[in-house]
């Protein structure tokens, strides 16, 4: 009788979302992502963060070492996390405030960030967020973050035929399958950091 092969665990994912509106179309790319997981994108668990309830960073709140219990959660599930997918719109050629105001929260020491696999996409004007990406990388590289490089995943989210719903569904399917792309190169390259592949 042949031995049986244990199921390796899911890999788990911390989703972040620059945009705290409603309708997000940054929100509509998670949902997506968690969709795809679901349907066709096997071995990935993605758990959606919500930053909103973050107060702005301020050291006055560490206390012996320790942050407000809201932070303390969040740095916690950062640090379980095996790799992150960050959606985000462009705001002045950079990143969102909240979505920096999360990054830093998760960096002071001990930095939580470091050592793992990113992605990360987003859907905006113009250029789709490339400059808000660019940015990302960057900080990225203090955060001691590894972003996969390709493929990229820019979506200009205004230029007809629509790519949202109302709702802020992603609903078109040419979008769909690069964002599938993207979580397929997670996926291996969060393996790769692993020793596992």
């Known amino acids: 009788m042949e031995a049986m092969v244990a ?4 890999i788990k994912v911390a989703s972040l979302c620059g945009s705290l509106r409603k309708g997000s179309f940054n929100r509509g790319l998670i949902r997506s992502a ?13 758990e959606y963060i919500d930053i909103s309830p ?22 916690q599930k950062i640090l379980e996390a095996d790799c992150y997918l960050f959606a985000s719109p462009e705001y002045n ?13 998760a960096s002071r ?22 400059r808000g990406q660019y940015h990302l990388r960057q900080i990225g590289v203090y955060l001691d973050l590894h972003f996969i490089n390709k493929p990229e995943f820019f979506l200009n989210a205004y230029q007809p035929p629509a790519k949202f719903d109302s709702d802020g569904n992603l609903i078109d399917k040419e979008s769909k399958e690069r964002l599938k792309e993207v979580l397929v190169a997670l996926k291996a390259f969060t393996l790769r950091l692993q020793g596992k592949c």
């Open 54 to 75: 973050l107060p702005m960073l301020n050291t006055d709140l560490e206390v012996d070492g320790t942050y407000p219990p809201v932070v303390e959660a969040f740095r």
């Open 109 to 130: 020491p001990p930095n939580v960030w470091a050592d793992k696999a990113a992605a990360i996409v987003s859907a905006a004007g113009s250029l789709g967020g490339a």
């Open 7 to 10: 199921a390796q665990p899911a």
């Open 34 to 46: 968690i969709e795809l997981t679901r349907e066709s994108v096997e071995g990935l668990q993605i």
């Open 93 to 105: 050629y950079s990143v969102t405030a909240p979505l920096k105001n999360a990054i830093d929260w």
